[in-house]
T-cell receptor, first 111, second 114 residues
Framework: KQEVTQIPAALSVPEGENLVLNCSFT??????LQWFRQDPGKGLTSLLL?????REQTSGRLNASLDKSSGRSTLYIAASQPGDSATYLC??????????FGEGTQLTVNP | DGGITQSPKYLFRKEGQNVTLSCEQN?????MYWYRQDPGQGLRLIYY???????QKGDIAEGYSVSREKKESFPLTVTSAQKNPTAFYLC?????????????FGQGTRLTVV
């Protein structure tokens, strides 16, 4: 059974800092990995999707990498802003379309 | 606008009642999902469907039922057999397969037992 772990569970940083969120998964037979953002009481917003054949994806200040063989992904946020405060979740898609989530990293960026 | 619509946003259920949560998408996606989220926790998969008239149990299917009669719709019924239904429910859809598969989510339904 696929298991996804995210470290750290919570992170508090001053504005302007660069930071890294980590995601690991136990079964490397994935189709893709996706990073999401969730604001309190809201649904999930897709940030980046990395296909299994890709190594990284970038969108603005966000960069996500994927090392499928070691079962790891990182989300790098450059020059963090208070508006980046949210919970960040990663999910992997495996055969049969199943999506498995980690428990998320709660990020607070202090002004 | 393309997207996923969940309704209602808030739902209250009395003990012993069945309630149905609606999820509609106009993204032409084949796969649809239902997740449950409890405070401070991640998402747990209840049911998912890859195509019309087919669905599979996720990790916590007991006390829930679904149907997939139309590609656009994947309603979730929370039955009286679900002992602790108070939670935030999220619906998602995606185009399954190796080449795509980006998942999109609705805004959620918060269910409370009164």
């Amino acid at each position: 059974k696929q298991e996804v772990t995210q470290i750290p569970a919570a992170l508090s940083v001053p504005e302007g800092e660069n930071l890294v969120l980590n995601c690991s998964f136990t079964d490397s037979a994935i189709y893709n990995l996706q990073w999401f953002r969730q604001d309190p009481g809201k649904g999930l917003t897709s940030l980046l999707l990395i296909q299994s054949s890709q190594r990284e994806q970038t969108s603005g200040r966000l960069n996500a990498s994927l090392d499928k063989s070691s079962g790891r992904s990182t989300l790098y946020i450059a020059a963090s802003q208070p508006g980046d405060s949210a919970t960040y979740l990663c999910a992997v898609q495996t055969s049969g379309s199943r999506l498995t989530f980690g428990e998320g990293t709660q990020l607070t960026v202090n002004p | 606008d393309g997207g996923i619509t969940q309704s209602p946003k808030y739902l209250f259920r009395k003990e012993g009642q069945n309630v149905t949560l609606s999820c509609e998408q106009n993204l032409n996606h084949d796969a649809m999902y239902w997740y449950r989220q409890d405070p401070g926790q991640g998402l747990r998969l209840i049911y998912y469907s890859q195509i019309v008239n087919d669905f599979q149990k996720g990790d916590i299917a007991e006390g829930y039922s679904v149907s997939r009669e139309k590609k656009e719709s994947f309603p979730l019924t929370v039955t009286s057999a679900q002992k602790n239904p108070t939670a935030f429910y999220l619906c998602a859809s995606s185009r399954p397969g190796r080449s795509t598969g980006e998942a999109f989510f609705g805004q959620g339904t918060r269910l409370t037992v009164v």
